[in-house]
T-cell receptor
């Protein structure tokens, strides 16, 4: 079956540091890939997505590139802010997402001023 | 306000009791989903629905029942609650009428504790 593996953390960084959160996946076909973010006490929000190999998703300074050869979708940001503190989930779908998403375990990110 | 709302936000109950978690969305999205979130597991799909009166099992459906008599509502029922069902439950909706790979819009969750 499908699966997503990501570092769980917590990951603690100082403000303005460079961020990388690794995500690798296993899928039987050609999935679409997503990053969702969860702020304390809230539901998940879509951060970015990529639907085919070599696509780059980007939003709010975050980027991730769909690498089929390494089955990866690592999340990066050049300069993090305290407001980026949250839990980040990597996810995949096959068939366009109509039968739900497969999530990683989530990475708790803490940014210190 | 438009959006997706879950109720209650918090619930404490005892083993063996029936409990229903409510989910309501105002967008008229065709697809709705129920996930549970547990430490060390991320989110796992319980059930989903493509339209009114159409539901399908997800990864962890045992012990749960869903219904969808109206497009905007998708209640989740635990018929006889067990301690292993203590979790945070999230409802989500998506508008696949606009094409595939649409984002899922999540509610704020229901934190359920079973004693």
């Amino acid at each position: 079956g499908n699966s997503v593996t990501q570092m769980e953390g917590p990951v603690t960084l100082s403000e303005e540091a460079f961020l990388t959160i690794n995500c690798t996946y296993t899928a039987t076909g050609y999935p679409s890939l997503f990053w969702y973010v969860q702020y304390p006490g809230e539901g998940l929000q879509l951060l970015l997505k990529a639907t085919k190999a070599d696509d780059k998703g980007s939003n709010k300074g975050f980027e991730a590139t769909y690498r089929k050869e390494t089955t990866s979708f690592h999340l990066e940001k050049g300069s993090v802010q305290v407001s980026d503190s949250a839990v980040y989930f990597c996810a995949l779908s096959e068939g366009g997402g109509a039968d739900g998403l497969t999530f990683g375990k989530g990475t708790h990110l803490i940014i210190q001023p | 306000d438009a959006g997706i709302t879950q109720s209650p936000r918090y619930k404490i109950t005892e083993t063996g009791r029936q409990v229903t978690l409510m989910c309501h969305q105002t967008w008229s999205h065709s697809y709705m989903f129920w996930y549970r979130q547990d430490l060390g597991h991320g989110l796992r799909l319980i059930y989903y629905s493509a339209a009114a009166d159409i539901t399908d099992k997800g990864e962890v459906p045992d012990g749960y029942v869903v219904s969808r008599s109206k497009t905007e509502n998708f209640p989740l029922t635990l018929e006889s609650a067990t301690r292993s069902q203590t979790s945070v439950y999230f409802c989500a909706s998506s508008d696949f009428d606009r094409g595939m790979n649409q984002p899922q819009h999540f509610g704020d969750g229901t934190r359920l504790s079973i004693l």
